[in-house]
């Protein structure tokens, strides 16, 4: 199979025909084999009706629905978990995605061997200061944290070797940074097509500004994890260790000299009245919590947790 759309949505039954006939007829001009793979994320209006009805109408479409919003993350292992095309493309459901750019995508895949392929909405329709603007200054951000070289990451529009897809893992609210965890999975040929963007034509968008909150907040995870996940005692344990040893130094230091002024009958002050004592103190046990946590995590990542990602309530094979 050549093709796996996977489309993740949440209360777009009006976009969703519109959509579909759309992607289909891009598939049938192009003669692509294919699978339209519908993940409905908690949809309250009639989202699932409609991809029941396209899925008796067309087997190559198939769906999942969550019992709940679980969150575009989630959504997206879902989808992946399930795709069986050589390339798999991610869009969203809100037509502002044009299936128009998936044969570039796709070419870029196969032809020029790309592992992963971002599209760039490098001209869009979004206001100026509620989108463009923090959009601009987030991917700036992701850019100089992650060493990945895009200019969207934000963009659902994105193209993935199938390998890709089944071998990371997309948890919690990481959607935004898959490609920074197809590269700390070792594929390094990471590209960028500028592609086409629609106004929105139905409904409302989903996000405010506060995805750009979470999103710098993940991008710091996300940081953190991919220097020091499989490590973490490398960091708090290194950090740990070193406050440990400066606040008994300083403490050794502050028992030394009293018992020197005491030696030799000079003026001296209890230790306790000493300022600097408290600090000693202090470093020595936030040091001494630093090194735990580094074990704690050391253990943690020993101990492989099972974490809940999603219940399906209904599936189309």
């Not at 991809?51 to 479409?61: G, K, Q, S």
């Not at 850019?143 to 893992?169: H, M, P, Q, W």
């Not at 950090?239 to 008994?248: A, E, W």
Request: aromatic share 12%; proline share 3%.
């Amino acid at each position: 199979m050549n093709l796996s759309i996977l489309i993740p949505l949440l209360n777009e039954d009006e976009s969703l025909q519109e959509l579909y006939s759309w992607i289909i007829s891009v598939m049938k001009s192009n003669n692509y084999s294919y699978e339209v793979i519908f993940i409905d994320d908690g949809s309250t209006d009639n989202s699932w009706s409609i991809i029941e009805e396209l899925a008796a109408e067309d087997a190559n479409v198939k769906g999942i629905r969550f019992m709940k919003n679980f969150g575009k993350s989630q959504a997206l292992h879902a989808g992946f978990k399930k795709a069986q095309g050589d390339v798999v493309i991610t869009m969203d459901a809100d037509l502002q995605d044009s299936p128009e750019e998936i044969p570039g995508l796709y070419n870029m895949i196969i032809t020029e061997k790309f592992d992963l392929v971002s599209g760039w909405k490098k001209k869009r329709y979004d206001s100026v200061m509620a989108k463009n603007m923090p959009s601009k200054l987030f991917n700036w951000a992701a850019r100089k944290t992650s060493g990945v070289e895009l200019n969207d990451f934000n963009c659902g529009l994105k193209a993935y070797k199938n390998v890709v897809i089944k071998n990371i893992e997309v948890s919690g609210e990481m959607h935004r940074y898959i490609p920074v965890l197809a590269k700390n999975a070792g594929f390094g040929k990471i590209g960028e097509k500028v592609v086409q963007h629609q106004a929105r034509k139905y409904g409302e968008t989903k996000f405010g500004m506060e995805r750009f909150i979470n999103g710098f907040l993940d991008l710091i995870t996300i940081w953190f994890l991919s220097k020091f996940g499989k490590r973490p005692m490398h960091l708090f344990g290194a950090m740990g260790s070193v406050m440990f040893i400066i606040g008994f130094l300083l403490a050794g230091y502050i028992g030394v000299m009293k018992l020197y002024h005491m030696y030799n009958d000079l003026p001296y002050h209890l230790i306790t009245s000493n300022p600097w004592f408290f600090i000693a103190l202090t470093t020595m046990v936030l040091g001494t919590q630093l090194f735990l946590a580094g074990f704690l995590g050391e253990i943690i990542l020993r101990t492989k947790n099972n974490e809940e990602r999603y219940k399906v309530s209904k599936e189309i094979n």
